[in-house]
C-alpha cells in the first residue's frame, strides 16, 4: 500500500483545534497519508515566517494535495487574505462544496443535496480597490472570458461524472450587465456547445436565495462566480446544522486545496469546543480525490471508515455544541475513533 504525502497548515484560531482533531482520526482510519506540516496565516507571522511562506507554497507543488485550517484575515484594513492568496498563486479556481443533510442532525429541510461550485479566482476578490477622492473609494469587479469559460466547464463536467442533473448559475446580470452578463454568456455557451443533456437554469441572486431558503431540495448545483459563492455557501450551510458540517475544496488543474468553508472562529478559538467535522469532511473529500488521482482504493476505503463512523456517532447523539450537543472537539474526535 502506497502512502501519499500531503501538507497539513493548522491555520489560526480554531484551526490548530480542529486539524489536530482530523488528523488523529485519519490516522486512527489508517488512512495512508503521511502529514508535512507547514504553516500560513498569523501562525507563520508567530513563528517568524511571511504571511504565505513561499515554502507552504512550494510543499503544495511538491506534494499536490493539502488539508487546510481556516486563516484569519483582518476587517476593514490589515493584510489582504491569505486565503485568497494561495488559491490564485496555486491556481485553484474551483471551489467545490456540497452541502448535505447529515443523519442524526435534524434541521428544518429533509433531502437537501446540493453542491456550490464557486469561482475562486476573480470578481470583487481582485483586490483592486483605492480611493478615487476624498470620501469616495472604488473596488474593481474583474472578469474574465477564460476563468468564467473554465469554471463553467468544470462545473458542467462535474454535474456529469457525478449524475447531477440540473446546473442553476446564480448572477445580478440585471445590474452587473456587462461583468455578470459575461459569466451566463460563457455558462451558457458550455451548456449549449458541451453539456445539452444536462438542464440549464439561470436565477437572478437575490430570488435565488429566497428559494434556496424556501425549498432547497429543488437546487442540484449551483455556479456562481467568487463573492456570490462565498455568501451562497454560508447560508447553504445554514440549511444543513451550520459552519460546522460543511466541508470544501479548492481545485485547479494539478493541485488542490481542502478546508472548511468555516473560518477561525475567534469567537470560540482556544476553548475546545469547534466542531471539526466539516474539516474532517473536507479530508474526506482529500482522500476521495486521491483514490480517484492516484487510483488507490485503500484511500475511499478510508473515508468510507470515516464517514460511517461520524454517521453512526451523530446518530448516538455524540454531537458538539453547534449541533446541540455537550461534546468537545477532541472527544467529538474520540467518539469516532470509537466507532471505527
Ligand atoms: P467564521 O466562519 O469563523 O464564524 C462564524 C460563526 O460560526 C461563529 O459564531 C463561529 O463560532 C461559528 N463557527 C465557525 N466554525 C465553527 C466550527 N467548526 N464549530 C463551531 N462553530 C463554528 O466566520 P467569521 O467570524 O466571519 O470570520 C472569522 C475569521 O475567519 C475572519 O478573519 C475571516 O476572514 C476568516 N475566514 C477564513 C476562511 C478561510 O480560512 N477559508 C473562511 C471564512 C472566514
Redesign the pocket.
Known sequence: MSVHQAVLIP????GPE?TAAAKRVLIAAEAPVAWMERQAGIAALERGRDLMPEETIEEIRRCGVAL????????GGGFT???VQLRKKLNLYAAVRPVRNLRGVPTRFDGVDLVIIRENTEGLYSGVENQVTDGVVMSMKVATEVACTRIARWAFRYANRRGRRKVTVFHKANIMKVTDGLFLRCSRMIHEQEYPNIEYQEMIIDAGCMKLVQDPTQFDLLLLENLYGDVVS?LCAGLVG???VVPGANIGDELAVF??????????AGKG???????LMSAVMMLNHLADTCKDESCRAAAERIKSAYDRALADGRK???LGGDLGTEAFADALIERL
Open positions: 491555520g489560526d484560531g480554531i480542529v487546510k485550517g481556516p486563516c484569519t484575515t483582518p476587517v487574505s491569505v486565503n454560508d451550520g459552519l460546522g478546508e472548511a468553508v468555516h473560518g477561525s472562529a475567534p469567537d470560540i469546543v469547534a466542531n471539526p467535522l466539516a474539516l458538539t455544541r453547534d
